[in-house]
């Protein structure tokens, strides 16, 4: 059973930079029938996707977000990771990752972390 | 970006009935939709991918139709375990990948 694990400090300073890895036991991060993925969920709204990235180390990001995050992969620990840089209290949220299966071109998030809060605060 | 509406925002029910959640995207997406359930605490979990494929382990109680711009998730016979916020997301552009705002079923 595939299992994912966000890890990461829950409080960050403003103007600081929010950095979170995910690990993901008991399947293969290198398979190429996924993206692994991060998606944020702020206080009592709805989802937001922030980006993927291949096992090749490929990436795609939100428009919105682009200029401030960064994914990376690390297939011989079985991680991926998430830096947001310069975040204000509007970056608090839940932040999740997740499996994007792209079997059969359909793109579907079949295996989600438990997801963790990080807070914004001085 | 595709944006994708969901209706209603929130909707009261009880246990036995059928409801149905409607998702419009605003521009043409096949089928490359996909149904969520979110409760309280708790990532989301995918019941329903392709638009009508049900994923491995949901209750056939759950089904999902539609194509193109405009798409149902039905829930027949609601049970208890039901009441959640559920989330369309549309597939068809990948970046972005974009997520209805959320329909909050609740216990009547």
């Known amino acids: 059973q595939v299992q994912l694990q966000e890890s990461g400090p829950g409080l960050v300073k403003p103007s600081q930079t929010l950095s979170l890895t995910c690990t993901v036991s008991?399947?293969?991060?290198?398979?190429?029938?996924?993206?692994w993925s991060w998606i944020r969920q702020p206080p009592g709204k709805g989802l937001e996707w922030i980006g993927y990235?291949?096992?090749?180390?490929?990436?795609h990001y939100s428009m919105s977000l682009k200029s401030r995050v960064t994914i990376s992969v690390d297939t011989s620990k079985k991680q991926f990771s998430l830096n947001v840089s310069s975040v204000t209290a509007a970056d608090t949220a839940l932040y999740y990752c997740?499996?994007?299966?792209?079997?059969?071109?359909?793109?579907?998030?079949?295996?989600w972390g438990q997801g963790t809060l990080v807070t914004v605060s001085s | 970006d595709i944006q994708m509406t969901q209706s209603p925002s929130s909707l009261s029910a009880s246990v036995g009935d059928r409801v149905t959640i409607t998702c419009r995207a605003s521009?043409?997406?096949?089928?490359?939709l996909n149904w969520y359930q979110q409760k309280p605490g708790k990532a989301p979990k995918l019941l329903i991918y392709?638009?009508?494929s049900l994923q491995s382990g949901v209750p056939s109680r759950f089904s999902g139709s539609g194509s193109g711009t405009d798409f149902t998730l039905t829930i027949s016979n609601l049970q208890p375990e039901d009441f959640a916020t559920y989330y369309c997301?549309?597939?068809?552009?990948?970046?972005?990948?974009?997520f209805g705002q959320g329909t909050r079923l609740e216990i009547k």
């Open positions: 008991g399947g293969s991060i290198s398979s190429g029938d996924y993206y």
């Open positions: 997301q549309q597939s068809y552009s990948t970046s972005p990948i974009t």
């Open positions: 521009q043409s997406i096949s089928t490359y």
């Open positions: 997740a499996r994007l299966n792209r079997a059969m071109v359909r793109y579907y998030f079949d295996y």
């Open positions: 392709a638009a009508s």
């Open positions: 990235i291949y096992y090749s180390g490929s990436t």
